[in-house]
């Protein structure tokens, strides 16, 4: 069985930072893509930032410039370290890891910006 373990969400002001982490445990071989999804409230689910192969990225324009995504493959963790955060950043922010043969995702963290 394959678990997701988020964590380091929380309240943070506008301008500030924080770090998610998500660690894969359990049978998971072959993990092709690791990645970070968020969705607001009324509001689709979208990417925020993937990692593949540990050094190819892609992320969301909306954070490009202030999010950066790493990986630790010995450890099978992902990391998203966000600044400069803003109100619209809001969201719940979900794990995803891509196996050789099954996409899973974590149970999601809130990640708040206000003031």
């Known amino acids: 069985q394959v678990q997701l373990v988020e964590s380091g969400g929380g309240l943070v002001q506008p301008g500030g930072s924080l770090r998610l982490s998500c660690a894969a445990s359990?049978?998971?071989?072959?993990?092709?893509?690791m990645g970070w999804y968020r969705q607001a409230p009324g509001k689709q689910r979208e990417l925020v930032a993937a990692?593949?192969?540990?050094?190819?990225?892609n992320y969301a324009d909306s954070v490009k410039g202030r999010f950066t995504i790493s990986r630790d493959n010995a450890q099978n963790t992902v990391y998203l370290h966000m600044n400069s955060l803003k109100p619209e950043d809001t969201a719940v922010y979900y794990c995803?890891?891509?196996?050789?043969?099954?996409?899973?995702w974590g149970q999601g963290t809130q990640v708040t910006v206000s003031s």
């Open positions: 995803r890891v891509v196996g050789a043969k099954l996409v899973y």
């Open positions: 359990g049978s998971i071989s072959g993990i092709n893509a």
């Open positions: 990692i593949a192969g540990g050094s190819i990225t």
